[in-house]
């Protein structure tokens, strides 16, 4: 009797791992899924790029594929991609909210602002102030462009300086992008061997490394092991530290703020904030 319960629990199990990673009748196509690790052991997952575009070869520029029971859609080429991110935009703007990138960001600073947020209203006003500030900050302007300019100068500088010797123009280029986003937060300009800059510029290339390497790919496919202690749990620490140094910042910018003279981007959050509050 027992041997017989025992059978029929394996043979439903079996049968539920097979269609858990079952495509439906309408579903792109693409290779046929592995039980809970789905299509896994077909890509390098340091790098899967190249093993997508073997794919997309096969089963053509769109298509699907199964990160463990996670079924994705695959877009190639650039008719697809502009059906799916300009002509169809609005059916295209929702976000996953299962990722590990959505849980450390959320975790550690519970918000997820525009990018990772889901497409619903409070997305379209976070977005729209967004936009709006940025503008009223330069972004489109010429302002903007000297800015940019400057950073620019600053980088054509430091490699001719360089020449003859090893540097890496990966973390020039980091640097430069990172002190163009801290003006328009902060409106404070950075060295480049300041260790605030160092250290969030060193944390996005080390969180990067994680979220679209091995194992941010076996945070999102294999739930059952995201409590484990493994080496994506760096990222977790990572955010953590990251979120207390970004709230010493705000902090200390309330000190000299003016509520309702924004210098800066921050400023005009704040003050956003304090209509919200007393509306």
Known sequence: M???????????????????????????????????????????????????????KRYGNVYSIFIGKRPAVVI?????LKEALVTKAADFSGRSQDLMVNHVVLVKANAQGVILADYNTAWK??????????????????TMEQNILRVTDHITQLIEQ????????????HNAASNIICQVLFARHFDYEDEFMKFFVGLFQETSKI????????YDSIPIVRNLPLPFRKAFDLFKVAHEKRLVMVAENKKTRIPGKPRHFIDSYLDELDKVSTS
Do not use: C, Y
């Not at 006003?125 to 010429?142: A, D, I, P, V």
């Not at 979220?211 to 076996?218: K, L, Q």
């Open 2 to 56: 027992i041997a017989s319960v025992v059978l029929l629990l394996g043979v439903v199990l079996l049968l539920s791992l097979l269609f858990q990673n079952h495509r439906t009748k309408d579903f792109p196509p693409g290779p046929r899924p592995l039980p809970i690790l789905g299509n896994l052991l077909q890509l390098n997952l340091e790098n899967p790029i190249a093993d997508l575009e073997r794919l997309a």
């Open 76 to 80: 190639n080429g650039l008719q697809a």
């Open 125 to 142: 006003e976070q977005r729209r102030f967004g936009l709006m500030t940025l503008r009223n900050f330069g972004m489109g302007k010429q």
């Open 162 to 173: 360089s020449v003859g010797t090893i540097m890496n123009p990966q973390l020039l280029f």
């Open 211 to 218: 979220f679209n390497g091995r194992w941010g790919m076996i």
